[in-house]
């Protein structure tokens, strides 16, 4: 082996162990799937659709375009959370039929008592729960969005400090 092959070979070895060492999977030259980005949900009724993840769910639209094969796309997220929803209408696919319980969103809320009030403020309820762990300290429920899908809703139990 050459000098210059075993300078390359040294270099290319010290790369990956910083690459491991910074929390890269590095492999051949090519990182893998570094973080999620978003979730899509194909929908029938867009506009209905946004208007309940914005005012029931308190998420903000962060953009809305066109796809170049003519797909309406909204992105929503929620304050605290880097990755978005993307919500999709594509009528060219035909209508959307959403499986009984094939995916759900969840979403932490601080209180379900009080989501649950909200959710009466705007004629709708749980379609499941709320179920609370035996001490009553947290627990979770289902609403079901416009078209079909299920949104878990999840109070994380409170920490007490002595």
Not at 48 to 56: A, E, H, N, Q, R
Request: aromatic letters at 10%; one cysteine or more; charged letters at 30%.
């Amino acid at each position: 082996m050459g000098k210059a092959q075993s300078y390359r070979e040294n270099i290319r070895h010290f790369a990956s162990r910083v690459a491991l060492k910074a929390g890269w999977l590095y492999i051949r030259g090519m990182s893998l799937a570094k973080k999620l980005l978003h979730t899509r949900y194909r929908l029938n009724d867009l506009e209905k659709s946004v208007k309940f993840y914005k005012d029931i769910l308190g998420l903000e639209e962060v953009r809305r375009h066109k796809s170049p094969r003519g797909s309406e796309l909204v992105f929503l997220k929620t304050p605290e959370s880097e990755e978005l929803i993307e919500l999709c209408h594509f009528p060219n696919s035909g209508p959307v039929e959403v499986q009984t319980d094939l995916t759900h969103l969840a979403f932490e809320v601080d209180s379900l008592e009080e989501f649950g009030k909200h959710l009466a403020k705007h004629g709708l309820k749980y379609s499941d729960g709320p179920t609370l762990r035996p001490d009553g300290n947290g627990g979770f429920a289902f609403i079901d969005a416009p078209e079909g899908y299920e949104i878990e809703l999840i109070e994380s139990p409170k920490k007490f400090f002595a």
